[in-house]
């Protein structure tokens, strides 16, 4: 499984991002092989549609799951029909926050949301 997280930097100990288009960075987690890949987010530099841009590029990464603080529904859209699950976290670091998901502490984005208002989630996985 790859796991997309919203991130302030390249390091584990970052803390997630909670803008998903405007992040700097997505840090990519592979469950297969226990490799890490950071992308710069194309999105942060889109002067509208960040969202979009962002979305795009995890589904051309192939991810199944991203970790962000929330999601606007253009991104939602993409996101969902690429039948990528998405759920929301915040001011953790990133290896909390995977920790988190592991234990099944976060809560599913079932609808778009707006900055991390909370709006849209559910608990469990």
Do not use: W
Request: net charge positive; proline share 2%.
């Amino acid at each position: 499984m790859k796991i997309a997280v919203s991130a302030k930097s390249k390091t584990a100990d970052s803390l997630l991002d909670i803008r998903f288009g405007r992040c700097e960075y997505f840090q990519i987690y592979d469950g297969e092989n226990d490799e890490v890949k950071v992308i710069d987010n194309k999105g942060k530099l889109s002067g509208s549609g960040a969202g979009v841009a962002a979305a795009q590029q995890l589904v051309d990464e192939k991810v199944n799951l991203i970790i962000t603080g929330s999601l606007g529904p253009n991104a939602y859209e993409i996101v969902e029909k690429a039948g990528i699950k998405i759920y929301k976290c915040r001011d953790v670091s990133i290896s909390s926050a995977l920790e988190k998901f592991n234990k099944d502490e976060l809560l599913e984005l079932v609808k778009p949301s707006r900055n991390g208002t909370g709006h849209g989630f559910r608990g469990g996985r």
